[in-house]
């Protein structure tokens, strides 16, 4: 019987071998234009590395952190074939496990991610994304619906999901620029057939932030 940490860290790899090279997120390519630039930027799932690699190349120092040390591998491979591995600074841990720079961070990226942080720990991970979001700072990602084959089906940890009316109380107090919520059936990267059920938001710490 295949380990589960081997198992997992075999589905990483098929999955970043099925999406390396995609293009930027339309939701991040925005995102970019309302931060400040450059300054300090979060990855919350390397995935790839291809949105760690738009927000080095756009000058930003970033953070990125996995649990899989496939994605990270990843991630600092891409680094250093455009030489940005000096402005890049990886973290193999769980969204738990990882500590926010108490300087806080521009841009803070979670694309299709924080809902694989455990129900027991997303609370106190949302309070670290909103406390070190600095003023005028943007974060952009998406959370998973009820619906969701992921949120519905038996696994271990569990998914975190939200209702739309669960993210808006979320991001209380951020401007919203964009909150979108859509549901499909369709297939994951690697080809396995899903629902998804997802709700995407682009949000900005207010410059006067409480």
């Not at 293009?23 to 949105?51: H, N, V, W, Y």
């Not at 106190?124 to 994304?129: E, M, N, P, Q, V």
């Not at 549901?183 to 997802?198: C, D, F, L, Q, S």
Request: charged residues 25%; hydrophobic residues 35%.
């Amino acid at each position: 019987m295949t380990e589960p940490k081997t198992r997992d860290e075999s589905q990483c790899r098929s999955f970043i071998k099925a999406t390396a090279g995609r293009s930027i997120a339309p939701m991040l390519k925005r995102a970019l234009t309302l931060c400040p630039p450059a300054g300090r930027a979060l990855e919350l799932g390397c995935g790839a590395g291809d949105d760690a690699l738009t927000m080095l190349q756009r000058g930003y120092a970033v953070s990125a952190v996995d649990e899989k040390q496939a994605a990270i591998d990843a991630v600092t491979d891409l680094a250093e074939q455009h030489n940005l591995q000096n402005h890049l600074k990886t973290h193999l841990c769980t969204f738990a496990q990882f500590k926010f720079d108490p300087a806080g961070y521009s841009i803070i990226n979670a694309r299709f991610s924080i809902p694989f942080c455990p129900p027991d720990d997303f609370e106190d991970l949302w309070k670290g994304i909103r406390k070190s979001l600095l003023p005028g700072g943007v974060y952009t990602g998406q959370f998973f619906g009820p619906h969701d084959t992921f949120a519905t089906e038996d696994r271990d940890p569990p998914i975190t999901s939200h209702t739309q009316r669960e993210v808006r109380q979320l991001i209380d107090g951020l401007i919203v620029h964009q909150l979108e919520e859509e549901e499909k059936p369709g297939h994951t990267a690697i080809g396995r057939a899903k629902h998804w059920h997802v709700i995407s938001v682009l949000v900005q710490q207010p410059e006067e932030a409480e």
